[in-house]
């Protein structure tokens, strides 16, 4: 009897050893192994992951992007600078599809209201207009750093009588507005229309510009450097543009013109690379 209660007094105190060392074991390993992996890391370099580089530099460019001006827009969409262009999906933009094509509907009335566009797609009676998107992407070549968005807007009258499409860049600058409605070309002076807006109502941004313009001298061939737009037949009349960018001096030339099917005006630089 004496020999089992022995036996069972060994048996707890070992139960009891066993415990005490899984506590201290549980207080002190974690501590020991943090240290060491601390000091292991502390003096180790390892590569991140390329997702970590890709994801960071999207959202580094996506950021620059979005500070470009007017202008930079329209020498990247142009091709004054050099630019890769594809079509991408609509959601890619800074703009949805429906603050695009408000902001179409407004500037296209700038120059319906000066008469230098024959239509507004604003909705009023009798004048109800559907709407597509298409979306293109343009990045710098030299770096991949820039890019700049390209909305190409068709307005349709509600009884398909009359089309308008629009190319606009995210600023809120209208690059070509095309019409195939019934649209007689009278005079008009396109120098004065330029010469008198106001920057903000024809490039979309509140930067500072100075502009000024003068008559156009047609030139024997003009080519529009934006996707799928009809081919220039006819200039009609047209304007130079100087805009003065801080110390710089930027010239586009604005042209009314006749296609095959229709009238439209074009905004772009003297000179592009496409």
Request: proline share 3%; aromatic share 12%; charged share 20%.
């Amino acid at each position: 009897m004496r020999k089992i209660l022995q036996n069972n007094k060994i048996r707890v105190g070992l139960l009891f050893a066993c415990c005490v060392m899984i506590v201290v074991l549980s207080i002190v390993a974690p501590k020991y192994l943090l240290a060491r992996t601390l000091t292991e890391q502390t003096n180790r370099v390892e590569v991140a992951p390329e997702e970590y580089y890709l994801e960071a530099g999207t959202m580094m460019s996506r950021n620059t992007s979005s500070n470009l001006s007017s202008i930079d827009r329209i020498k990247l969409i142009s091709g004054t600078w050099d630019s890769n262009m594809e079509k991408c999906e609509i959601t890619e933009g800074f703009l949805d599809e429906v603050e695009a094509v408000e902001l179409a509907k407004k500037q296209l009335d700038v120059y319906y209201k000066q008469d230098v566009y024959p239509y507004s797609v604003q909705i009023q009676y009798d004048n109800l207009y559907s709407y597509s998107s298409e979306l293109y992407c343009y990045t710098d070549t030299s770096f991949n750093t820039y890019t700049a968005y390209l909305w190409k807007i068709t307005f349709t009258k509600y009884d398909n009588s009359v089309e308008n499409i629009v190319y606009m860049t995210e600023s809120g600058t209208i690059l070509l507005a095309w019409t195939n409605g019934n649209y007689s070309l009278d005079e008009y002076d396109l120098s004065k229309f330029y010469k008198n807006a106001q920057s903000r109502d024809i490039l979309g941004d509140n930067r500072i510009y100075k502009m000024s313009a003068m008559k156009y001298k047609p030139v024997s061939s003009v080519t529009i450097p934006y996707p799928d737009a009809e081919k220039i037949q006819k200039i009609e009349n047209g304007a130079l543009l100087t805009i003065r960018v801080g110390g710089e001096l930027e010239n586009f030339q604005v042209l009314q013109y006749k296609s095959d099917t229709g009238t439209g005006f074009v905004f772009m630089p003297l000179s592009t690379g496409k």
